[in-house]
């Protein structure tokens, strides 16, 4: 007998005609049929409109909102009006130039209906799908599971997780992030005691394409911002203050070799603390670090994490 869940594809974009086109036809086609798709334009200005539109003629089961101008730019802000605009059971967020494997839904709603699950997870990996066959599951029911998710433990993108509309509640994307915002969302979402269910298959097909999210500008801005937050979120957990200060290392390595000094002295206390180094100290560091684009592992603190 088949389910008679509604699950809402939420999907961001910003002109992407030129992938969206196939990211649609691969939900489309899937064999799962209950399903609303919303697509979110940030405000494109290629033909996007033009494609979206014919899904909509032939399929009602897509739909097509825009950012209002009351709210930021960007894929976070997306991601939120397309939920609130959602009245699915579960919820997939998908990215624009991606692809799902036509068994996709229907194979992760199965093991969150078999399990009793609030969140189902799968792979990703950018080659060709194969045929789905027996897979292993890991199942457990946790509330402190976002402590092993915040330290690396179970890495995912955003197209991994489907979620239970109740799991959800009332957390948002943070609006500031354009890099590592479902990372910081799901981590969220996770301090509840949860049942999860993560599946050994690869249902996604994951694209870079040049103008990708993943690439954007705003990235060393995103992951200074998250690496400060979590901080201050999870001070008292000493692991993850600390991977939160490793990464700041590591976007002040890339800032270096990019050359992007005006965003090392906006955020020059960060940096420093994230190297555990005086004022003077991490200032000369800096001169030198900029002159000769080396020089990073004098510079980081003497004892090594560990995650």
């Not at 003629?57 to 739909?63: E, G, I, S």
């Not at 190297?275 to 200032?283: A, E, R, Y």
């Amino acid at each position: 007998m088949e389910s008679n869940s509604l699950i809402s594809v939420i999907i961001p974009t910003y002109n992407r005609a030129h992938v969206l086109d196939a990211t649609l036809k691969s939900i489309e086609n899937q064999t799962y049929r209950l399903w609303e798709c919303i697509v979110v334009d940030d405000g494109s200005t290629d033909g996007t409109a033009s494609l979206v539109n014919s899904f909509l003629q032939r399929d009602p089961r897509f739909q097509y909102i825009h950012r209002p101008a009351s709210i930021p730019k960007g894929p976070s802000a997306c991601r939120n009006y397309g939920y609130e605009h959602s009245k699915g059971e579960y919820i997939q967020w998908f990215d624009s130039d991606d692809l799902m494997h036509p068994e996709k839904l229907k194979t992760k709603l199965d093991v969150a209906q078999k399990k009793e699950a609030d969140v189902v997870v799968d792979k990703h990996d950018s080659n060709e799908f194969n045929e789905i066959s027996n897979f292993n599951i890991e199942f457990f029911t946790s509330n402190d599971f976002y402590v092993e998710y915040l330290l690396g433990k179970y890495p995912v993108i955003t197209n991994d997780v489907m979620l239970k509309r109740s799991s959800v509640g009332m957390e948002r994307f943070d609006e500031n992030l354009w890099k590592g915002e479902e990372y910081e969302f799901f981590a969220r979402v996770f301090q509840q005691k949860l049942t999860y269910c993560f599946c050994d298959v690869v249902l996604t097909r994951y694209e870079v394409s040049f103008d990708s999210i993943s690439i954007s500008p705003k990235q060393s801005e995103s992951l200074i911002y998250l690496s400060k937050k979590l901080q201050r979120l999870y001070a008292s957990h000493s692991p993850i203050v600390k991977k939160a200060e490793y990464q700041g290392r590591k976007t002040y390595k890339s800032l270096i070799l990019k050359k992007q000094l005006r965003l090392i002295l906006k955020h020059f206390n960060f940096f420093r603390k994230a190297h555990h180094k005086s004022c003077t100290m991490f200032f000369l560091y800096v001169i030198y670090n900029i002159l000769t684009r080396r020089g990073f592992d004098k510079i980081k603190p003497k004892v090594v994490d560990k995650f």
